[in-house]
């Protein structure tokens, strides 16, 4: 059996040996390759590593090297990788972990209902954003009889779901289309110079 030659870092080099591979397996590999392509995380080493079949049991492996602190990290990235539908399912199940009103709150608010209300109604705009990703019908109403008269509607399979949410507190400035790009184009070059 012929021996392998040790690489510059003193490692043998393993063969990649994939099987044919299901679908979920495939797409796995494909969403950590294209993290690990693109990692720009925590920690001084670039993460790499190679994935291995195991041909006798069919289990999806991967060796990876320089991880110990990103892990957390690349789990995170890999949850946001998922299919829209399946995010979407995980947002709708935070929002229902922390809506106040879903408990029977009717207030007075304290700043901690305050504060739950704050990370509800954030985690609303992003279900409703899920939910045009994934192609489900989804969008934002106006109910004027209403304290909160935005109205931010979903709907799922099983049946309507909605939120009543405070309006924008300012008023719109006159931008024009022209004024606005270029704010964007501010907002972003500030950020890169941070």
């Excluded at 957390?72 to 995010?87: C, F, K, Q, S």
């Amino acid at each position: 059996m012929p021996t392998r030659k040790p690489t510059d870092a003193g490692r043998v080099p393993r063969a990649r040996r994939l099987a044919p591979v299901d679908p979920e397996f495939a797409a796995l590999v494909a969403a950590v390759e294209s993290l690990l392509a693109e990692w720009s995380g925590p920690g001084p080493v670039l993460p790499h590593g190679v994935a291995h079949q195991d041909l006798r049991t069919n289990l999806l492996t991967w060796h990876l090297r320089g991880l110990p602190a990103q892990l957390d990290h690349i789990r995170t990235a890999l949850r946001a990788a998922g299919p829209a539908e399946v995010r979407l399912a995980r947002v709708l199940a935070d929002i229902a972990a922390v809506d106040p009103s879903r408990h029977g709150h009717t207030g007075p608010d304290t700043p901690q209902i305050t504060a739950r209300y704050d990370r509800r109604n954030a985690l609303i705009w992003t279900a409703l954003a899920l939910a045009h990703e994934a192609g489900i019908p989804a969008g934002v109403g106006h109910d004027p009889s209403d304290l909160h008269p935005t109205v931010v509607y979903i709907e799922l399979p099983a049946g309507q779901i909605s939120w009543h949410l405070p309006a924008h507190p300012a008023a719109w400035d006159g931008h024009t289309t022209s004024t606005k790009y270029d704010r964007v184009a501010a907002f972003t070059a500030d950020l890169a110079r941070a």
